[in-house]
């Protein structure tokens, strides 16, 4: 790998495992943020499904989405959560590595794409990039406008045998 490379990652249990062996295989050593954590769901952390169901309030068709309240005592609202990952991602960009990779999560993956695109937080109301687990989404900036593009989305192809 380049040594204008970096690797950053969430500290969370799977993404971390997947950044130790990305890392390993490029000879980088990952950098944990927890701003690329995955939304907290407060109390609704590693609960059943049917738990979780239960006492879910999904967010409104129209109106308040960005802070509504989910009904699960101590979760991240989206905006909440949406704060945190574009704080992760302004400190990833100015970082001077030329070459940043990005281990997240799929949740997450929408907000660090929206960031990448100068998405504004308040257009995230209904903003989602699907990407599955151990997909490669490539973004790229151009060197002469510097305009930034979503080269390649949920790119699976490394993934078949």
Not at 25 to 41: H, N, V
Not at 49 to 66: H, K, Q, S, T, Y
Not at 94 to 112: C, E, M, N, W, Y
């Amino acid at each position: 790998m380049q040594s204008d490379a970096a690797l950053y990652s969430s500290d969370l249990r799977r993404t971390a495992q997947t950044a130790a062996a990305i890392g390993e295989r490029l000879d980088l050593q990952p950098i944990w943020l927890a701003e690329l954590r995955e939304k907290s769901y407060g109390a609704g952390e590693g609960k059943p499904d049917a738990w979780f169901r239960e006492r879910f309030v999904p967010p409104p068709l129209d109106g308040e989405r960005m802070d509504h309240d989910e009904g699960l005592e101590g979760a991240e609202t989206k905006l909440q959560w949406a704060r945190r990952v574009y704080a992760g991602m302004e400190m990833i960009l100015s970082d001077s590595p030329r070459q940043k990779i990005i281990v997240t999560h799929g949740g997450t993956a929408t907000l660090v794409i929206a960031h990448w695109i100068g998405m504004p937080l308040d257009a995230l109301t209904h903003a989602s990039f699907t990407v599955d687990s151990g997909s490669i989404t490539r973004l790229v900036e151009d060197d002469y406008f510097h305009n930034r593009t979503v080269a390649r989305l949920n790119d699976t192809v490394h993934l078949s045998s």
